[in-house]
């Protein structure tokens, strides 16, 4: 899956540098804070997070707004895991193969192409995210979809069917980053973790709808057996295109487009705070210093492109993605697009795909069984997802890695051992082919690049190492059908051999990056990026702090006009 967490660093906070602190001279600063006093401090300093609410699902409750929006918006990832998810059990069903009969090279396509469409839609999504806004930017991502996912249900030639395919790729290449984005921007900083993660556990809910839809519907005797499957998301798509509309825009971008008024208003709504408060004035301020920063960094480093204009923009933008080669960054590119990589060919994605094509080729007869087993895939995915997000931030990046590099080559290895020994009669060994599916759920249980990267070229950055992600994940998509038909048992030896390098590519070149700063970064890396925007957020948040107030009056007598 595509990473999503370099927009949440880039509106959120990062080192403890980044951080604006808050002065605390009378009385009048000492509001409630979701029902709790803050304590004055008399010429003292507080920072943002003595302020901040509790973390975790104590912060959920007390953030109804936020986290109804941000669940509304996970929408997104849903209709990702969902048009994922449903190609796997309509491969086998039987009314398809008669309208379809694909060899195994087009059945890998079917599946690869919505790849390459997410590969180009990753692309174009930050330019219509900063355009018309992350919430349009999920409209149009959604009529996209409906676009698509009308040519799949409705395909009569398999042109068609590739084409909805790819046009669905387009649209949830444009989710998978927008949404992320959008979550992490309405976020307050002590739940936005969370609420980001809500796109990723989406995802998986997507999958395992979509596996029982395609175990539900498998024993209906027409084509609706898998037009029904591949029409259903359109109604996901529709109260997703036509619900955001009713959510608010993100602040952060209406404070780039110099809207800061209304930032402040959005601010005050989301918070459930009046707009005078400390803690929605000093996010208003954090934003703006944000803003500013990636304003600040184009005019030091693009001098001859200050007069603006769209070559102007291009120019800048390329000149970003130049960066990227400079020595201690490209370290940094390298390791994250590296991660993708190995992400990808595990073999995680090939089991999602191809779950009911796999289980069939370990054993599992008819068209029932195996998508009765696939829909427990998805339970287990689900399930294992949880612990994933709540505690990798406990356990540490790295190790995380190398105990899932370690449990997934295992489970390869006793899959490849059990499907070359037993393969050729599965009728006379149906207990080693359902162990052989223990170990496929094992490996579905075992399933980092934005914290490596300075604040300033982060989204770029992000941006080639998701490509690469989609672009890894095409290939996977493409090539595992062929493998299965041609290699057998050899399939799993294959992945295995790439989950056994990932283990030791991870223990000699991937640091930990837990609780580590921007600055801790370039120590590993040994590059100053860091550490100079840091000193630059530092010096641009005290000018903000220092020159720029909240417009708070004018909101209120605003709101005292409508009522």
């Known amino acids: 899956m595509a990473s999503t967490e370099e927009n949440i660093q880039r509106s959120g906070s990062g080192s ?24 004055h401090v008399e010429h003292g300093q507080r920072t943002v997070e003595d302020m901040e609410g509790a973390g975790g699902l104590k912060g ?74 992350r919430k349009f930017t999920i409209v149009l991502g959604t009529i996209i979809f409906l676009l698509g996912a009308s040519l799949q249900a409705g395909a009569q030639t398999i042109g068609f069917l590739f084409g909805g395919r790819f046009v669905c790729g387009l649209s949830i290449g444009i989710l998978s980053m927008v949404v992320p984005l959008y979550q992490s ?36 005797d027409s084509d ?5 499957p591949l029409a259903l998301q359109l109604i996901i798509g529709l109260i997703l ?21 209304e930032a402040l208003k959005v601010l005050t709504r989301l918070r459930r705070l009046p707009p005078d408060h400390p803690l929605v004035q000093e996010e208003w301020k954090e934003i703006k210093a944000i803003v500013e920063f990636d304003r600040q960094v184009e005019r030091d480093r693009y001098p001859q492109y200050a007069n603006g204009g769209s070559r102007a923009r291009f120019m800048i933008g390329l000149g970003g993605y130049r960066d990227l080669f400079r020595k201690g960054i490209f370290k940094r590119l390298w390791l994250g697009c590296t991660l993708q990589f190995f992400q990808q060919f595990t073999g995680i994605n090939a089991i999602i795909y191809y779950a009911p094509t796999i289980f069939q080729s370990i054993g599992l007869s008819g068209t ?12 287990v995915n689900v399930v294992c997802t949880i612990p994933a997000v709540l505690f990798v931030d406990q356990f540490g990046r790295r190790k995380t890695l190398l105990c899932g590099a370690f449990f997934m080559a295992i489970s390869h290895i006793i899959i490849a051992i059990i499907v070359g020994l037993f393969e050729n009669d599965w009728p006379a060994h149906t207990t080693e082919g359902w162990v052989a599916v223990a170990f496929v759920y094992f490996f579905i249980g075992w399933v980092y690049p934005s914290e490596i990267f300075p604040l300033r070229i982060r989204a770029k950055a992000m941006s080639v190492t998701t490509s690469a ?21 050899g399939t799993y030896v294959f992945f295995a051999a790439f989950t056994v390098m990932m283990f030791f590519w991870v223990l000699f070149f991937v640091p930990e990056t837990k609780g580590r700063s921007l600055e801790d970064m370039d120590v590993v890396f040994g590059d100053k990026s860091a550490v100079h925007d840091a000193e630059l957020m530092q010096h641009i948040q005290a000018q903000v702090h220092e020159n720029d107030a909240p417009p708070a009056e004018a909101v209120k007598q605003e709101r005292s006009d409508v009522e």
């Not at 491969?91 to 379809?100: D, E, I, Q, R, W």
């Open 16 to 39: 403890d540098a980044e951080k604006p602190t808050v002065e605390h001279t009378n009385a009048a600063n000492t509001n409630a804070v979701d029902g709790d006093n803050i304590n």
């Open 60 to 133: 959920l409750i007390a953030n109804p707004f936020v986290f109804a929006t941000a669940v509304f918006a996970s929408l997104g990832g849903l209709l990702f895991g969902y048009d994922q998810g449903v190609i796997s059990g309509v491969l086998v069903m039987p009314h398809f193969m008669s309208t379809f009969p694909l060899n195994p090279t087009e059945k890998g396509f079917v599946v690869a192409i919505l790849e390459l469409g997410c590969w180009a839609g990753a692309w174009s999504a930050g330019y219509f995210a900063d355009k018309i806004g």
């Open 185 to 220: 921007e309405i976020s307050p900083p002590e739940i936005r973790g969370s609420l980001v993660a809500l796109q990723q556990f989406a995802i998986t809910v997507g999958i395992l709808i979509s596996f029982w839809i395609d175990y539900g519907t498998s024993t209906i």
């Open 224 to 228: 609706v057996q898998w037009r029904l």
């Open 241 to 261: 295109g036509f619900g955001i509309l009713f959510f608010p825009y993100s602040p952060r971008w209406l404070m780039a487009q110099n809207r800061e008024t």
């Open 368 to 379: 029932s069984v195996p998508l009765l087993a696939t829909g427990i895939v998805g339970v």
């Open 469 to 489: 992600n989609w672009m890894c994940n095409f290939i996977i998509g493409l090539i595992t059908p062929p493998m299965i038909a041609s290699l057998h048992f």
